[in-house]
């Protein structure tokens, strides 16, 4: 099988083999390439030391030398090459006590995680499969390389990872791998919250609806963290509409699908936007993604139908209009109604298409022109959120001359004491 490897990566593998060494590219490359998947990152496995490796290459990067790793600077491109080894012992039950080096290819793809990522290929495209990885390809499968409890036993975040990999391929999980995920769910306690953040992310961002139905049915999220406990509820109400908001999610970019699985997720069981953030923050999730998951929890459990028109231009002011139309767009789909009738996607329309302005930069005034009317302090943003306020009810027109006249007003009034309230109605 000829494989069109970019030049610099093949240039690895000849200069290795030329210095009398193996060498294969190796894991998620492999994979990639034979899904016809794009591929960014290139590992290469092989028989040569460390040292032997420096020694024949003119740029490299010590980045792992203790467990055999050294980045080659081929032309620029990072290609990361390991000493064939083996772990030794999985005490924590999260890292090898040791790490061995070896000498058999066979011996270094036994010790990964699962079949899929289990192969190798050298620079002619020759393949070395001993563990069915391209058998389960075709199926679809997530496996488990030997024997499925042994792999989790080994390492708690492969539980996170067979998931994680089901998602983002679309595949399934083996049964027997299944059930050494379940039998070993306590494992995960060992892993750090950070890990866990970073491979729930990746779901998040990934096809969960092709595993939101072995999600829905397992009891590792108790042992996770108990914050996400509940999710497993919420994942069994959104069998039935997962495929369609998934497909509905897709071209949203990473970090809005991110946000919103996780408010999906919680809508769908029974969370506040409180409980949210709080899941997010236990993820060790940015303050960013705590924040936008959050809000568009806040718009799912709101009830579009029955907005006022005061609330529509401040939930579209609030929260941005692509925010408060994908929230619409969610409910519809998970009620399942039609294209030709969207009723909270088809009102976001009518009142964006109206919407006066839609944040505080767009108002033909500056808080140097309320300073310049005598307004001091506080009172600037007084003034300026009650023009906001102003306009987004159509009560001023977004007009410099008349925003002024308002302004005038306001700052007499405020600074005299009197309130306004500015409530719809």
């Not at 306590?186 to 092709?210: F, M, N, Q, T, Y």
Request: glycine share 8%; net charge neutral.
């Amino acid at each position: 099988m000829e494989m069109d490897w970019p030049a610099p990566v093949v240039s690895v593998l000849n200069t290795l083999e030329a210095g009398g060494y193996e060498a294969y590219l190796v894991g998620g490359c492999v994979r990639d390439r034979l899904l016809g998947r794009p591929v960014t990152d290139f590992d290469v496995a092989t028989n040569a030391t460390p040292d032997q490796v420096v020694s024949l290459f003119p740029r490299t990067v010590p980045t792992g030398l203790k467990h055999g790793t050294v980045t080659v600077l081929s032309e620029g491109l990072p290609v990361e090459v390991t000493t064939y080894r083996k772990d030794i012992g999985y005490s924590d039950g999260r890292r090898p006590d040791k790490v061995a080096f070896c000498h058999s290819l066979e011996e270094d793809l036994s010790r990964r995680d699962f079949t899929v990522n289990a192969m190798a290929m050298d620079v002619r495209g020759h393949i070395v499969d001993c563990f069915g990885g391209r058998s389960d390809l075709a199926r679809r499968v997530i496996r488990a390389v030997g024997v499925p409890s042994h792999r989790f036993q080994e390492d708690g975040l492969r539980i996170l990872r067979a998931f994680r990999f089901a998602a983002q391929l679309g595949f399934q999980l083996d049964d027997d791998t299944w059930r050494g995920m379940e039998q070993n769910a306590e494992k995960l306690r060992a892993v750090s919250p950070e890990r866990i953040g970073v491979e729930v992310a990746k779901i998040a961002a990934a096809d969960w609806s092709a595993v939101i139905d072995s999600m829905a049915k397992s009891e590792i999220w108790a042992y996770v963290d108990p914050h996400l406990r509940p999710l497993q509820q919420g994942f069994k109400r959104l069998s039935t509409a997962a495929k369609s908001l998934q497909s509905w999610m897709k071209p949203h970019a990473v970090e809005d699908r991110i946000a919103e699985a996780l408010a999906i997720w919680c809508h769908a069981a029974g969370l506040t936007p409180t409980s949210c953030r709080a899941m997010g923050r236990a993820l060790r999730w940015s303050n960013q993604y705590c924040q936008e998951a959050g809000d568009f929890l806040e718009l799912l459990q709101a009830n579009p139908l029955k907005w006022s028109t005061w609330e529509w231009r401040r939930h579209l002011f609030e929260f941005g209009e692509g925010r408060v139309e994908r929230a619409c767009a969610a409910l519809d789909i998970w009620e399942n109604v039609g294209d030709d009738h969207r009723p909270r996607w088809t009102l976001f329309r009518e009142y964006a298409q109206t919407q006066p302005i839609w944040r505080v930069q767009d108002l033909q005034i500056s808080g140097q022109d309320i300073v310049a009317l005598g307004a001091r302090g506080p009172l600037v943003g007084q003034v300026k959120q009650q023009l906001t306020e102003d306009v987004l009810m159509k009560r001023v027109l977004n007009d410099r001359s008349h925003l002024l006249k308002r302004a005038t007003a306001l700052i007499h009034s405020l600074a005299g004491g009197t309130t306004f309230d500015f409530t719809d109605g």
